[in-house]
C-alpha cells in the first residue's frame, strides 16, 4: 500500500469516501446535510494536509493530517481517517494512522489528540489505544446518534 498526498483528480474517490459517512452521522460530528462542495472544504480545508490510501492504483482510504489548535495549541496534531466500504478489515486505517504518527512527528508536532471519538464507533475505540492512545476524557452523552441515541464522545491522546 502506498500512502500519498491528495491531488485534484483525488476529489471524486475522496467524495466516494467520506460523503457518505459523515451523511450517515455515526462516527463524525459534522451536519449529515452537506453538500459535496462542503465535504471538500471540510476534509481538504486550507488547514488540512489531506493523503490517499492507494492499493494496485485505487484509492482505499484517504486521512487527514492538521494542527489539533492553533496558537499555542498547534504543538498537537489531529486526525481524521476513512476507509472505503468495499476495503474494510484489512489494516488499512491502521497503516494510515501509523503514517501520520510518522508525518506528524516528522512535521513537529509532540502529540496527537482525537477530540471527540463516537465511543459506538468499536473500530476505532478497539484500534487507537492498539496504537498507544489513551482515553483521557469521555464527554458523556455529548454525541446525540442516529441509532443510539445519546452516545458518549472520548477524548484520545498519545505523545509523540
Known sequence: MQIRPATQNDIPKILEIVAPVLR????????????DDEVR???????????VAEEDGQIVGTYYLKANQPG???????????????????????????????????????????NFVIASNKA????????????????????LHPVHGETDALIMYRKL
Open 72 to 114: 499555542n495549541g498547534a504543538h498537537v496534531a489531529n486526525c481524521g481517517y476513512m476507509t472505503a466500504p468495499d476495503a474494510g478489515g484489512r489494516g488499512i486505517a491502521r497503516r494510515m494512522c501509523e503514517n501520520s504518527l510518522i508525518r506528524a512527528k516528522d512535521r513537529g508536532f509532540k502529540a496527537m489528540q482525537f
Open 124 to 143: 476505532a475505540v478497539h484500534l487507537w489505544p492498539q496504537l498507544g492512545f489513551e482515553i483521557v476524557g469521555r464527554l458523556p452523552g455529548a454525541y
Open 24 to 35: 450517515a452521522g455515526e462516527t463524525y460530528v459534522m451536519p449529515t446535510d452537506m453538500t
Open 41 to 51: 472544504a471540510y476534509w481538504m480545508g486550507p488547514d488540512k494536509e489531506t493523503l
